[in-house]
T-cell receptor
Framework: DSGVTQTPKHLITATGQRVTLRCSPR?????VYWYQQSLDQGLQFLIQYYNGEERAKGNILERFSAQQFPDLHSELNLSSLELGDSALYFC??????????????FGPGTRLTVL | KNQVEQSPQSLIILEGKNCTLQCNYTVSPFSNLRWYKQDTGRGPVSLTI?????NTKSNGRYTATLDADTKQSSLHITASQLSDSASYICVLGAAGNKLTFGGGTRVLVKP
C-alpha cells in the first residue's frame, strides 16, 4: 500500500458526460501528479500540482482540468467525455515539487469506461 | 517516435531463471532514470532510481544499469519468482520532476 488513495475505483459513464476523480496524497506529501494509462499508449503525464498551485503540465486535453485543495487532496475533472477517454487514471504523490530526485508514489488508479 | 523505447515488448521465462530488459532513450537532458514494476490493474511501484552519473543500482534481485554514453539502461532480474510476473517500465525524469514513460516490458514467469 503506497498511502495514496483514489476514488472511485471504477467509473462507467456515457459519452458527453462529465466525471470527477479524487486523489488523496500520502501524509506529508505536497505534490500530486495525474497520469492516464490507455491500452495502446502506456502512461502519459497529465498535470502536477504542488501545494495548491499548478507546477507542470503534460499532455492534458482542454476538456480536462484539475485542482489541488488546501487539504492537499486533488480532483481531476473530465468533461465532454469521448470513447477514447476510457483508460486507467493514476494519481501519484511526492514530498517535493521540484527536486530532481523526487520519488513518486502511485495510487491504485481509477478505471474509467466511457460507453 | 517515443523518447523511451523498451525491448522486448514481452517475454516468458521459467521460474528461477534470470532475464534482462532493455531501455533505450533519447530524452536529453535528464536528471534520473527509474524502473517501475506494475502489476496488472495496479499502480506502478518504484524499483530503482539512478542519477545520470550513476551506472548501477540494486534492489534485492533487481539490478539496473545505466550507460549515459550509449543512452541505454537495463534491468536484470535474478532467480525469477512467480511474483515477478508484471510489466516493467523504464522512466526518464527531467527537470521539474516531469517523467517520460516507456511502453513497458511484460514479463511472465512460469513454474
Amino acid at each position: 500500500d503506497s498511502g495514496v488513495t483514489q476514488t472511485p475505483k471504477h467509473l462507467i459513464t456515457a459519452t458527453g458526460q462529465r466525471v470527477t476523480l479524487r486523489c488523496s496524497p500520502r501524509s506529508g506529501d505536497l505534490s500530486v501528479y495525474w497520469y492516464q494509462q490507455s491500452l495502446d499508449q502506456g502512461l502519459q503525464f497529465l498535470i502536477q500540482y504542488y501545494n495548491g498551485e499548478e507546477r507542470a503540465k503534460g499532455n492534458i486535453l482542454e476538456r480536462f482540468s484539475a485542482q489541488q485543495f488546501p487539504d492537499l487532496h486533488s480532483e481531476l475533472n473530465l468533461s465532454s467525455l469521448e470513447l477514447g477517454d476510457s483508460a486507467l487514471y493514476f494519481c501519484a504523490s511526492s514530498w517535493g515539487g521540484t527536486s530532481l530526485y523526487n520519488e513518486q508514489f502511485f495510487g491504485p488508479g481509477t478505471r474509467l469506461t466511457v460507453l | 517516435k517515443n523518447q523511451v523505447e523498451q525491448s522486448p515488448q514481452s517475454l516468458i521465462i521459467l521460474e528461477g531463471k534470470n532475464c534482462t530488459l532493455q531501455c533505450n532513450y533519447t530524452v536529453s537532458p535528464f536528471s534520473n532514470l527509474r524502473w517501475y514494476k506494475q502489476d496488472t490493474g495496479r499502480g506502478p511501484v518504484s524499483l530503482t532510481i539512478m542519477t545520470f552519473s550513476e551506472n548501477t543500482k540494486s534492489n534485492g534481485r533487481y539490478t539496473a544499469t545505466l550507460d549515459a554514453d550509449t543512452k541505454q539502461s537495463s534491468l536484470h532480474i535474478t532467480a525469477s519468482q512467480l511474483s515477478d510476473s508484471a510489466s516493467y517500465i523504464c522512466v526518464l525524469g527531467a527537470a521539474g520532476n516531469k517523467l517520460t514513460f516507456g511502453g513497458g516490458t511484460r514479463v511472465l514467469v512460469k513454474p
